[in-house]
């Protein structure tokens, strides 16, 4: 027990170091970060996210699953899950006209998932909910003068959660997750030296969000037999208002990047950032080797409050209604098979989204202004996991493997197409903690 007991304690300073480091990851370099709070990140982790993403229909007792917090209740009284995941990505950025490549990685995820009595579990864990991190320029002119305009920015918005779920019935669960929402943005936009003497002007603006976030879960489940079923999850996340103060500051750098002067710096508080109202529907079918599932997630962004001294955009134009669709599937041969082939986990999935924010569009060839434009959002994954079973416990942990391609198609021409290839690593331990041994 005493070993049981240092692993424990271990693993909660492990969780504690990760959560810190995974707060400062950006893993993105997408212009489409500029606008709104960035990209949005699916609330699936580890196996879900090779699946589809989907998450509120999966009720495992194998894998965390903070998509539904009703999920939390299937795991028995004798397990605790660590998972982690991260990342590797690729991406091009084509313009029509010239094309970028990047390199990114970073810490995804980290949660545990854990009993707390019969019928009740619980998780926390840190996930992410949207990132900014930018560079790219455009042409302008001024009194016949020629130069160009660079955009950076970084930052993003992460939740820390905590999440109970409790089965009043047999075949029905109802959970919640409350977290503390919090992260900061930063956006810059710099006006080169023209000649060797000039000094280079940057504008910037910042603002932190910290507020409290809800999900409300539910999972209902029909036994078709003893070794099928099919669950139906719902989740709800109720609108926030947030209020936060920006700093907005310009000042002049010399030539070895030191401040030569601040000529404006300004304070912008209470200022309202809102997110939207969310609804998630999905249905999953399972056996003992195939587990088949849908969902669908409804946000409603269209009018909600921004302000528009960070993008000088219309309330009626800055945000679009997000819809987005994931299907997915997983496949094993024989998961009671002593051949180590046969427990392997194969997975597939497709995933669907418009975007949720429109971004000002200009010829890059006259400078014009064209108006604002959106993207769609299209998704491939597929992924397999490797089963390593504890010989003392006989408990079953899985190395997840997963690879994904990712197009974001733009609405108007000279908007930027981004293409992404993504490998993500997750490992999901499954131990054997709360069970008391009788002799040592």
């Not at 079953?396 to 993504?422: A, Q, R, T």
């Amino acid at each position: 027990m005493e070993k049981r007991r240092k692993r424990f304690f271990s693993s909660v300073v492990l969780f504690t170091v990760t959560l810190v480091a995974l707060a400062q990851q950006v893993g993105s370099n997408s212009p489409y970060g500029r606008y709104g709070y960035g990209l949005l990140s699916n609330p699936s982790i580890g196996a879900s996210e090779t699946m589809g993403g989907i998450s509120y229909g999966l009720r495992r007792s194998q894998q965390v699953n903070p998509g539904n917090p009703a999920s939390y209740s299937k795991l028995d009284t004798l397990t605790f899950i660590f998972d982690m995941g991260v990342s590797g990505h690729y991406a091009t950025y084509d313009d029509g006209i010239g094309k970028q490549n990047f390199y990114n990685g970073n810490l995804d995820y980290v949660a545990m998932q854990f009993p707390l009595m019969r019928k009740i579990g619980a998780s926390i864990g840190l996930l992410p909910y949207s990132k900014v991190g930018y560079t790219f320029g455009r042409a302008r002119s001024s009194s016949d003068i020629a130069y160009s305009e660079i955009y950076s920015g970084s930052g993003g918005l992460s939740e820390i959660y905590g999440g109970i779920a409790y089965e009043p019935f047999k075949y029905l669960s109802l959970g919640v997750n409350v977290a503390y929402f919090f992260g900061n943005i930063e956006h810059d936009k710099q006006l080169p030296s023209i000649d060797n003497t000039a000094l280079a002007r940057i504008s910037t603006t910042k603002f932190s969000i910290r507020d409290i976030k809800y999900d409300v879960g539910i999972q209902l489940t029909y036994p078709i037999d003893r070794m099928q079923s099919v669950t139906l999850g719902l989740v709800y996340t109720p609108k926030i208002n947030a209020e936060a103060t920006i700093y907005p500051y310009d000042r002049l750098l010399d030539s070895n990047g030191n401040i030569a002067q601040i000529l404006k710096s300004d304070t912008l508080v209470s200022q309202a950032f809102c997110f939207p109202n969310s609804f998630g529907i999905g249905v999953t079918y399972s056996n003992q080797n195939l587990l088949v599932g849908m969902d669908g997630t409804f946000q409603k962004w269209k009018g909600i409050e921004y302000p528009a001294a960070l993008d000088e955009m219309d309330s009626d134009m800055r945000f679009n209604n997000r819809y987005r669709i994931g299907a997915g599937a997983e496949y094993v041969i024989d998961p009671l098979s002593r051949d180590f082939f046969s427990r392997v986990r194969f997975r597939g999935g497709f995933s669907f989204a418009n975007s949720y924010h429109n971004v000002n569009v200009y010829d890059p060839t006259t400078n014009s202004y064209l108006g604002t434009g959106g993207y769609k959002e299209y998704g491939i994954n597929v992924g397999f996991g490797l089963p390593f079973r504890d010989s003392y416990s006989g408990r079953v942990s899985f190395l997840n493997i997963g690879f994904g391609y990712s197009l974001l198609h733009p609405d108007k021409d000279y908007m930027i197409k981004e293409e992404m290839f993504k490998i993500t690593l997750n490992m999901n331990i499954n131990e054997f903690w709360f069970f008391k041994r009788q002799f040592e």
